[in-house]
């Protein structure tokens, strides 16, 4: 029983306070007076009753009522109803305080008149109470307010003492009426059970505000300890709020601060730390909104708001769909039936009340199966006096598979949870409920989960028990309270509430009480019974259908066993490998535990040295391979293990296995010792209670009462829990001295078990050879809070930390002292288990004192066990295989004994892709003077004997790295390098023991001073084949006359400046320069020493000038210039023949004028060379504009420079130098006249090609791709000067979409005048002129002669005069930063460094990330819009960056895609010597070559256009004369320093390195290798670089590949390896004969051969047809002893017979060519090239005016194919699209319609790429073909004229043709074919 109520409390508004500015409320009076033994008085009341801050008002406001609940210190909870209403305000003094109309107070004191009064102030009544009856609560109040207001005659001192003196029943249901003495008659009704919440109908009412996804949300939110946050305009909605979200979570408690209702004073509790639900009001909004990390709930606006930093756990799926389809069934029942044709009638809807436990009945449902089966998880420690009881959480996990879900783990960490487990735990105890439920067999879940009816009939069935909690009696008794009469508040002259007289309350307290107590105190005693224990756990995904057969792999560890100890060496070297990979699947695991286990007499077994081996590895295996899920359970496992197999080793000297397997984290980790300490505890508890005699008899009498629980298996049967239950309940009856026997048995149980696992982790945790403190030095991953900690096979990566973070129970172990830190580890852990489990002081203090004997003990006994273990003879190892080397590549050191370690790759592990597991291997790692290379044999025996090497250019390496491995033989820990190539290779090696690690640091540091040479002769290129190479530098003069040269003070000026243009003044002497014998300027990008000045002097440079030029007019820039006509070498005085527009100037052939550019460039007829030197000033490094490529149809040329200057370096100079003022500022202005000169001589010397509406210059391809919108609108255009385009560029253009997509980057299109690119007044500062016009109209408007396309930043510098025909395109491009970083992320994406835990990580996914892709997609885009304004006709300049790394990359392709001459072999060499050697690309900078580029890492720069290179050949297979190898193959090499091309930075570096030229006389010159000869040689011996379909287009030059995202693919050069040889680029070079011959001979003995795609090289295994029968030929000619043909000889015989076979086709198909249209189509393999990023998709087919074109493939390229593919290709005189009308009644259909000579038929297919015919027509049984009219339902956009009836002697076809004249051909094509018929 307990009272009704505390106390009852009067609070009023204290008028002392007011003047203080904010208002307060005062308690006028509380009853009783004095305190309630054990319920004190609740503080701050006053604060509660008035949430929202004591104000007083200007009018009556209605009484209102809610409840508050407040909590105190032993988290009981005090439930306040408070019911406010509002008196007049007397004391009009007061009014001051009040803020609003003052003037009219003070008139009404001035009149001294009472007047009705004009303030209000609020006044509370509070009950507070322990029970929660709000309604009843409501009734009182009520009561004594319409008492006092209605002046009833009823005494209000009665009726408070009323509430005190009434005991109401805490639970089971009954009835209880009472009144409190004025005429009322009220009824409390208990619930059943006072554990479950009542809720009434708030939890419907949440849902209803909030929506099922957001209250689940908050649900979530909850149980994983977030801060909640209610906020409405009703105090009363908050309270049921937070009550219904509490109520949510039973069976778990709130523990949390619990405030539904806050006080304004107390809103900084919201910023307090912990997890809360807390409601407020809505006008404090402003006040939440910036509360960072609480999740907000607006129950008036049905909105939720969850912070960006909080990441909400979800329910684990299937459950949260489960969960949401029920709560939807019960919610909105109306939902599944709302689409039904005949809906049933309307069912009422549920009682809310009703509707409420539905609800509640669906998370109960929830939690029952969240925590099914977690009773099979607890562990009972001990049971008398009271039962202890451990929830073994990870096990608990694991079994449900839901190791991994981050809501669970969060739940069961969570205070609720625990609270639960304790409360829970016990088995015999009071039942619920959720007992029952939580029990239930999981297929009963499982068959709800199917048949929606049953679930809903469940759902029903709790719900009606859980309302009936709430509603026990069906039949209400009646009540009565009377209300205050209406409009009662409003009354003009209210009496104020009056004060009670105390002495009278108290007098009829006490005689209330004294009457109760006389009456029996009635206890209900609480009905106990056994817990039903439930299912066991199982896992909530259901049984996850494993990929692998367990049974075999059973059996596979069983058998190994029993050879191990059956002594069988042979077999069980061969079984180990299998049974090790066997022991990836769990049940392997468990099966190696059972199987060990039986091999273990009275707890020990010997073995010899060799089964103790094999024993440690199958162990050592086992543990390092369990997943975090059932870490516990296989190392519990093994734990007794280790402590019974052992060796001997000498007389008295045993070596136990626990020695050997010490390396695993497990051990270090305190919750795994935990959960094992105490399960074996409860198998110890119940063997004390199974064995007592007196126990046995109770369990047999016992069952029968226990019901349903079936005694079948006898006293065995029984779980500890089952045992506990029967304790628990004969425990009263038991004497006290049977009680404490029983006490003190249980507690030396668990004492002598602390004793023994305090022994057990010392023998796990000293490590065999202490000096090494394996366990100590590596900092454990496991995160000791988390208890899970998986082991990665690299799980201690790398942390060589010298002690254990603090957490870990190993601090400060710098001394090294072992012991100490393993005594102190143990320690903890007894202090814990311990005091938890009820052990004594004495006991405990015992042990601790024992626990340093032990450790002492240990260290002693093993000192004598490692000395012997190391007099053992070595296990022997595969012999070191050494690696082939190219011809002058020597070792730099011997090869040091590794395994090479898996990665993340999967092949060559035999991971999902299959295969052999060629990895790991073991064998050795060497270094040499040019790679780093692995050889070695697969380590499975069953694999074979194969050579596996792996290697890479010592030059490629970007990072090594030490890491920890788990060697995967040894199964221990051990010191293993990373080595990450930006070849796309990773080699990750541990290291063997005998390996030490001086000799590791010894390889590292050979490695560093191998991988950036001290200077280019030290490198490979040139080092190959030499003794140690002598470092000669250029020798430097002191002066020499024929150079200026610079001050330097100047020099650094400059270099502080950062870019450097100089006046002509300065011309003073250089001193030697601080940085020894040459000025290098690569130090930086931006950094460059001025390139105005000469170089300084340099020995090379001493050879005559005439010499230098005629090896400069050698060099390939020149002849492409001549092949170009770009005019001749001419000095700038004398004009040449007047029709040259460009000249090609010696200006720079000493580099003077610029340093990164060749030396002989191509410029503008009418510039001086000396005006040069000005122009360049305004470019960065002096990287002027000149010509590199001229259309040779349009004429317009290609511009390429770096980026244009600002004024500021100028101004800078200014400031530095003050003697050069003057010089400096002419200096400027004339700069800037000659930049605006050149650009107008640019001008002049370029065409503008455009003619009047005549044949235009655009490609035929963009003419087919115009929509007739753009035709329409263009025809419009006035007819004016040259200038305007008729045409549109292509209907990128016309769409206006073009320079938007260059500005794809948010910094560019911030700026207003990106929107208008049409701006012709680039000059100032690029201002859109008003109203601006849309782009697409500027851009018809006006085609450009010259546009120029610069950076954003940069083109304000540049002033062009409104009058010049150009144009200032601002590009967005990624930077070198964007480009280093995707690389980076390719690298890794290509070759993880370990698999990725995460299986959404996938390697597209990885490759999307790097942005690679997109990066080439804006390269390609930038040169294909420049592609087309050059077919346009306009010229462009390339001005970005420095001019040396994205120009070069644009400019290179839109040459490739431009020319076809630079698709053929010689001319891509002529196109990267050219753009990327001479025009100084830093190569050796961007590839990180050079000792000055060391911090800068790999910018691939020149891969990047290789990659886009590789798309373009990709998509356009026939126009290159190269193959994908020879790009994989510059790829490679251009970084890998074996050829001596890529070094340096510039023309210039290699003129003074003397690499330039080719010495003809010096013979002793260091020449290098040149990668040029090289690749030719290997060209001509044979055709690895060749591309089989090379067969170019006559007429269509112009390469517009598909640039779309989708449309670009991975490069396999990224991912590709052999390791049956290491990369073959090496080797390509030597062995392509010998290896060929090698390859035959084993061909012809043995028809079969394996190739594994990782291994072996597919290519050459596999040859293609013409390789193989190129291989054939020469093998026959040296059988036949006759010289062999060159292979491109016999090639072109073939190419030659082909075509005159094809002859007579060939005439035939150019007569059908010449009567098409005159578009004469592209060759081409697949259709889709036919539409190139700029053109509209061929929208429709009644838009395409040009069919045969557009979809028609050449089929003389088809036919070069057909030699080699049998596939019986027709012949096709005449093809295109023809509609063809069906049958009768059937519509027209576009059929593709072939005109075949030969077959004499007319067949038709779906569509032109489709090869299966879908009918014939004969034609020879074709009678007439004639025009005919249009009929019903043909296509309505065609002219009359093009439909035409073909007779035959069957029946009549009607055909319509895309237009009229298409129609006539057909119709002459079909005569002509019945005629020559």
């Not at 009001?281 to 049905?302: K, N, P, R, Y």
């Not at 930049?1235 to 490609?1259: C, D, H, R």
Request: glycine share 6%.
């Amino acid at each position: 029983m307990a009272r009704f109520a505390d106390y009852f409390i009067v609070v009023g508004y204290d008028q002392e306070k007011a003047d203080s500015g904010e208002g307060c409320g005062k308690i006028i009076q509380r009853f009783p007076k004095k305190d309630w033994e054990g319920t004190a008085f609740p503080q701050g009341v006053e604060m509660f009753c008035q949430p929202g801050g004591w104000r007083l008002s200007r009018d009556r406001k209605a009484p209102t009522f809610f409840t508050v609940v407040l909590t105190d210190i032993d988290s009981d909870r005090h439930y306040c109803s408070c019911l406010t209403f509002y008196e007049a305000e007397v004391n009009l003094q007061g009014s001051k305080s009040i803020e609003a109309d003052e003037d009219e107070d003070e008139e009404a004191e001035e009149d001294g008149l009472i007047q009705p009064a004009q303030v209000f102030a609020p006044k509370s009544l509070i009950l507070v109470s322990r029970l929660d009856y709000p309604e009843i609560f409501r009734g009182c109040l009520g009561l004594i307010y319409t008492v006092h207001i209605d002046s009833l005659s009823f005494p209000l001192e009665g009726l408070v003492a009323n509430l005190f003196t009434f005991q109401v029943p805490v639970a089971g249901g009954s009835q209880k009426l009472f009144s409190l003495g004025a005429g009322d008659r009220q009824l409390i009704q208990t619930p059943l059970n006072d554990t479950l919440p009542i809720t009434c109908k708030s939890v419907g009412l949440l849902f209803q505000q909030l929506g099922i996804q957001n209250v689940l949300s908050l649900f979530c939110a909850v149980l994983t300890e977030h801060k909640v946050l209610f906020h409405s305009t009703s105090y009363q909605r908050l309270e049921e709020a937070c009550r219904a979200l509490e109520a949510l979570m039973f069976p778990l408690k709130y523990s949390y601060p619990y405030i539904p209702i806050l006080p304004s004073r107390l809103l900084e509790v919201l910023s307090s730390p912990t997890p809360f639900i807390i409601g407020v009001h809505s006008m404090f909004q402003t006040e939440i909104q910036d509360l960072l990390d609480v999740i907000i709930a607006d129950l008036d606006g049905g909105t939720i708001k969850i912070p960006e930093c909080i990441h909400l756990s979800p329910l684990p799926e299937p459950l949260l769909h489960q969960t949401q389809t029920s709560l939807s069934l019960v919610l909105h029942p109306d939902l599944e039936i709302a689409d039904n044709a005949f809906p049933p009638p309307r069912t009422a809807p549920s009682n809310p009340k009703l509707l409420d436990k539905e609800v509640r009945a669906v998370f109960l449902r929830l939690f029952a199966q969240l925590f099914q089966g977690y009773r099979s998880c607890l562990q009972l420690i001990r049971i008398h006096s009271e039962p202890v009881i451990h929830f073994h959480k990870t096990a608990f996990l694991g079994q449900r598979g839901l190791i991994e879900n981050d809501f669970l783990t969060k739940v069961l960490d969570g205070m609720a949870f625990a609270g639960f487990v304790s409360e829970r735990g016990p088995p015999y105890r009071a039942c619920d409920l959720f007992d029952e439920l939580v029990a239930l067999d999981t297929d009963i879940f499982k068959e709800e989960e199917a048949s929606p009816a049953k679930l809903q009939k469940h759902i029903r069935a709790f719900s009606e028990q859980l309302y009936k909690n709430e509603n026990p009696n069906p039949h209400m008794a009646f009540q009565k309270v009377p209300r205050p009469s209406e409009g009662s508040h409003m009354r003009v002259h209210q009496v104020p509430f009056p004060l009670l007289d105390d002495e009278r309350v108290e007098n009829m307290l006490q005689e209330g009480i004294a009457k109760h107590s006389t009456a029996p105190a009635f206890t209900r005693p609480e009905r106990k019974c056994v817990v039903p224990a439930g299912p066991p756990v199982v896992s909530i995904m259901g049984k996850s259908g494993s990929v692998f057969n367990s049974a075999r792999r059973l059996e596979v560890v069983r058998s190994c066993i029993s050879f191990i100890f059956d002594n069988k060496t042979l077999e069980t070297e061969k079984a180990l490998p299998a049974a090790l990979r066997a022991l990836k699947s769990k049940a392997a695991r468990h099966c190696l535990t059972e199987e060990l286990s039986l091999h273990v007499q009275q707890n020990r077994a010997i073995l010899d040295h060799q089964q103790f081996d094999h024993i440690i590895r199958l162990m050592n295996c086992a543990l390092q391979d369990c997943s975090s899920s059932e870490e516990y359970t296989v190392a519990a496992a093994v734990l007794p293990l280790s402590t019974a197999f052992y060796r001997k080793l000498a007389a008295g000297v045993n070596q136990f296995a626990y020695t050997c397997i010490q390396d695993h984290p497990i051990w270090t980790n305190q919750q795994f010792w935990e959960a094992t300490f105490y399960s074996e505890v409860q198998t110890q508890i119940r063997a004390l209670y199974l064995n007592t005699p007196e126990g046995k008899d109770c369990i047999t009498v016992r069952l029968k009462d226990a019901g349903p629980e079936p005694a079948a298996g006898g006293a065995e049967e029984h779980t500890a829990m089952a045992l506990a239950a029967m304790q628990l309940r004969s425990w009263p009856g038991l004497s006290k001295e049977k009680q404490h026997e029983l006490v003190k048995n249980e507690e030396s149980t668990v004492f002598s078990q602390a004793i023994h696992y305090a022994s057990l982790m010392v023998y796990l945790l000293i490590p065999l050879d202490t000096s090494k403190i394996k366990l100590l030095r590596s900092a454990p991953v496991a995160d000791w809070e988390s208890g899970s900690n998986s082991i990665v096979t690299n799980s201690i990566a790398g942390s060589v930390a010298e002690s254990f973070d603090t957490e870990s129970g190993f601090e400060d172990s710098e001394n090294s002292d072992v012991a100490n830190s393993v005594v102190r580890f143990v320690a903890r852990f007894i202090d814990k288990v311990c005091t938890e489990s009820g052990v004594t002081q004495d006991h405990i203090k015992s042990l601790h004192s024992m626990i340093p004997g032990i450790v002492a003990m240990q260290m002693e006994a093993l000192e004598a066990v490692h000395r012997e273990s190391r007099r053992l003879p070595p296990i022997q190892k595969p012999k070191i295989l050494r690696p082939a080397l190219l011809p002058g590549e020597e070792l730099v050191s011997e090869g040091l004994r590794v395994l090479l370690d898996p990665d993340g790759r999967e092949e060559a592990t035999g991971g999902l892709s299959g295969g052999p597991h060629i990895l790991p291997a073991e064998g050795a790692l060497f270094l040499t003077t040019y790679r780093i290379i692995f050889k070695g044999t697969p380590h499975d025996p069953l694999v074979g004997e194969q050579a596996v090497i792996r290697a890479f250019p010592v030059a490629t390496l970007t990072k090594d790295k030490k890491i920890s491995i788990q060697n995967q033989l040894q199964q221990n820990m051990q010191e293993g390098l990373q080595l990450r190539s930006a070849s796309f290779q990773l080699i990750k090696v541990a290291f063997d023991e005998e390996v030490s690690s001086e000799m590791v640091e010894i390889f590292r540091k050979h490695l560093q001073r191998i991988r950036y040479p001290q200077s280019i002769f030290s490198s490979f290129a040139f080092a190959a084949g030499q003794t140690a190479p002598q470092l000669i530098l250029p020798k430097q003069k002191e002066r020499n006359t024929g150079f200026r040269t610079l001050s330097k003070t100047i020099v650094k000026g400059a270099k502080r400046a950062g870019m450097i243009t100089m006046g002509r003044g300065s011309q003073t002497t250089l001193k030697k320069n601080d940085r020894g014998s040459r000025m290098m300027w690569h130090e930086d990008d931006d950094v460059s020493i001025s390139d105005d000045g000469e170089p300084p002097p340099s020995s090379t440079l001493r050879a005559s000038e005439k010499s230098t030029m005629e090896q400069l007019v050698e060099q390939s820039c020149f002849r492409d210039y001549q092949r170009l006509g770009l005019g001749t070498i001419t000095a700038s005085s004398s004009r040449s023949k007047s029709g040259e527009q460009f000249r090609v100037t010696a200006v720079n052939r000493l580099y003077s004028l610029c340093r990164s550019y060749p030396g002989l460039l191509v410029v503008p007829q009418a510039v001086q060379d000396s005006s040069l030197q000005k122009v360049a000033r305004c470019y960065r490094h002096n990287r002027l504009p000149v010509v590199c490529w001229k259309h040779p149809r349009t004429k317009a040329v290609l511009l390429r420079s770096g980026g244009f200057h600002g004024k500021s370096v100028v101004g800078l100079f200014k400031s530095q130098n003050p003697s050069s003022t003057v010089p400096a500022s002419s200096s400027e202005l004339s700069s800037s006249l000659e930049q605006e000169k050149y650009l107008q001589a640019i001008l002049n010397s370029v065409p503008i090609y455009f003619k009047m509406n005549g044949n235009n210059t655009l490609s035929d391809r963009s003419l087919q791709g115009l929509s007739p919108g753009s035709d329409r609108r263009a025809s419009r255009m006035p007819k004016m000067a040259p200038v305007h385009l008729d045409l549109p560029f292509s209907n990128s253009f016309t769409r206006g979409g073009m320079w938007a997509s260059l500005r794809s980057s948010s910094r560019l299109s911030q700026h207003p005048s990106t929107a208008d690119v049409g701006s012709k007044q680039a000059g100032k500062d690029l201002a859109p002129p008003a109203g601006s016009i849309s782009l697409q109209a500027q851009l018809l408007k006006r085609q450009a002669a010259l546009y120029v396309f610069g950076e954003k930043s940069h083109l304000r510098g540049l002033r062009v005069d409104s009058s010049l025909n150009c144009e200032l395109v601002p590009v967005d491009f990624a930077d070198m930063r964007q480009v280093k970083a995707s690389f980076k992320k390719l690298l890794r994406a290509s070759a993880p460094s370990a698999t990725s835990s995460d299986s959404e990580d996938s390697f597209l996914k990885a490759l999307e990330d790097s942005e690679w892709i997109l990066q080439l997609h804006k390269i390609l885009q930038l040169a294909l819009i420049l592609v087309e304004l050059l077919d346009s006709g306009s010229s462009v300049l390339l001005s970005l960056e420095d001019g040396w790394d994205i120009t070069t990359q644009v400019v290179s392709l839109v040459q490739l895609l431009s020319d076809p001459f630079y698709r053929t072999l010689d001319g891509f060499q002529v196109l990267l010597e050219k753009e990327w050697l001479s025009f100084g690309h830093k190569f050796s900078q961007r590839s990180n070559l050079s000792p000055s580029s060391q911090g800068g890492g790999f910018t691939p720069i020149f891969l990047q256009f290789l990659d886009c290179v590789h798309q373009i050949l990709e998509q356009h297979p026939l126009e290159f004369e190269f193959n994908q190898y020879y790009l994989k193959f510059l790829a490679y090499h251009h970084i890998s320093n074996r050829f001596k091309n890529f070094l340096l930075d510039s023309d210039y570096e290699r003129l003074e390195h003397g690499t330039l030229f080719e010495d003809k006389g010096d013979k002793q010159a260091r020449r290098g290798i040149c990668i040029w000869e090289c690749m030719n040689r290997m060209h001509r011996r044979s055709p690895i670089f060749f591309n089989y379909l090379y067969s170019p287009a006559e007429s269509d030059v112009i390469l517009k590949p598909s640039i779309s995202i989708p449309s670009l693919n991975k490069w396999d050069y990224f991912t590709d390896e052999t390791l049956s040889m290491g990369p073959h680029y090496d080797w390509g070079m030597m062995a392509a004969r010998s290896d060929s011959s090698e390859e035959m001979h084993t061909l012809s003995n043995s028809k079969r051969r394996i190739v594994w795609p990782c291994y072996s090289s597919v290519s050459r295994a596999q040859p293609d047809a013409i390789t193989k029968l190129l291989t054939d030929i020469w093998r026959l000619e040296g059988e036949l002893n006759q010289t062999s043909e060159k292979w491109q000889t016999t090639l072109e015989r073939v190419r030659i017979s082909i075509q005159e076979d094809l002859a007579q086709e060939g005439n035939l198909r150019k007569q059908s060519t010449v009567s098409i249209s005159g578009l004469i189509p592209t060759p081409s393999m697949q259709v889709f090239q036919r539409r190139s990023m700029l053109h509209l998709p061929d929208s429709a087919l009644g838009e395409d005016h040009s069919t045969s074109a557009a979809n028609g493939i050449n089929r003389r390229a088809a036919t070069l194919y057909n030699q080699f593919t049998p596939k019986s290709e027709e012949n096709r005189s005449y093809e295109g699209i023809l509609y063809k009308r069906g049958a009768l009644l059937k519509g027209w259909k576009p059929r593709w319609f072939v005109l075949d000579i030969t077959k004499h038929q007319m067949r038709y297919y779906d569509t032109g790429e489709d090869t299966n015919c879908r009918g014939h027509i004969d034609l020879a049984e074709v009678e007439s073909v004639v025009i005919a009219t249009p009929t019903l339902g043909a296509p309505k956009h065609i002219s009359e004229k093009a439909f035409f009836d073909l007779k035959t002697s069957k029946r009549v076809y009607n055909f319509c043709a895309s237009d009229a004249p298409s129609a006539q051909l057909w119709m002459d094509k079909i005569q002509n074919c019945i005629s020559d018929a």
